[in-house]
């Protein structure tokens, strides 16, 4: 015996299992979903960062060295 079950019965019972899941594991959803937009903000800094000209290492550590004298 073969159970089949129609796409609209699936997507019904997936939506049903997902918005349950939300609902009783919010608190880790919640930290999902936090982490996702810290990535994509992560991600716009660093292309932001790449339109501007690039300093060269040399000038990072000269004034790194004058800092610690």
Known sequence: ???TISDAKTKELLTEIIVELIQTRQELFHEIILEALEEVAL???II???KNDF???ESIFALLDDKTK
């Open 48 to 50: 932001e960062g790449r």
């Open 43 to 45: 991600a716009d800094a």
């Open 55 to 57: 300093v060269s290492e």
């Open 1 to 3: 015996m073969e159970l």
